[in-house]
């Protein structure tokens, strides 16, 4: 088959050559997307990470595609209902990072908890030991809020009990049996904010979670939370988020994402944000209470490894008949 891989970095386009002999494979450093197509168009296999957008324009540009694996577990970056309307399938990586994001989820929990960049930065700017200002918090017997208690989620919450940490958490679809057996609760949306000292977010990006956290309810967060986000930057409304920062409502933040973040990366081809939503970004990176990081949560070898082998293994399955993690649009 002929196989178009985007996003590739560093040595993997000989894995993927090496994985996938016996077919016609081209790898490209760059994203797809409307503007920025490939030549040949005559590809079967599209490949890509979520750094492209594979909307329907790009599908309707590839004649031949039958298939699109997705390098990730989200798929917010390709038009399901346009492939399903062509009958291509859509497969994704769906457990390759729920340790890993639940780790660097922490990590940001503990860098502010701990104030470590300001430590570091102090000592690097005054040459001296000097603890003003740097008075953290301790997570034991704090209670921390998870929304959506899917792979990721369920990881968070196991390394907040580590932690001595009570763990309150919502879902839309609430799983009573994972609950009784990870030793957690459930509760509603607007409860878990008003009670919990950390919240973490962990849903994917769908149309129903877009602005899960806006400006309606930001104001039930228990004033000083600290907010993480390693999902997605749409599922919280960036004016409620600077609002709730400026106000006091939310103490810190750990954002691995921002919304509408595309013309934040290198190689985008133009900007695809408001001058509005640009100025909010800004205004967020320079906060000394915001920690931003850029979308780095699953940026680990192990992850990396994970997603080559099981992005191979989609392929392979696809070209004996048994495809494997496929997705479906949502009804």
Known sequence: MKIAFFNIRGDEQGFYEQALQGNEIDCFAESITSDRLPLKRDYEVLSVFTDSK???????????LKIIAARSTGFDHIDLNKAEEKGIAIVNVPKYGEVTVAEFAFALILSIAKKIIQSDISVKTSEKFNREGLTGFDLEGK???????GHIGVSAIKIGQ?????????????????????????????DLMSKSDVVSLHVPFLPTTKHLIHQKNISFFKRGVTLINTSR??????EALLHGLE???IGAAGLDVLENEESLRIGSVQPSESSDQ???????????NVIVTPHNASNTKEAMDRIRQTSVDNIKAFMSSNPQNVVKPKE
Do not use: H, R
Not at 233 to 238: L, P, R
């Open 162 to 190: 580590g932690f001595g940490m009570n763990v309150l958490a919502f879902d839309a679809f609430p799983n009573e049996e994972l609950a009784k057996t990870n030793g957690f609760t459930y509760t509603t949306l607007e």
């Open 278 to 288: 640009q100025t909010i970004n800004e205004k967020l990176i320079a906060m000394n």
């Open 143 to 149: 209670t921390l809020g998870i929304i959506g208690t």
């Open 54 to 64: 594979v909307d329907a324009s790009v599908i309707d540009a590839l004649p031949n």
């Open 233 to 238: 930057g749409e599922i919280v409304e960036s």
């Open 247 to 249: 106000t006091g409502i």
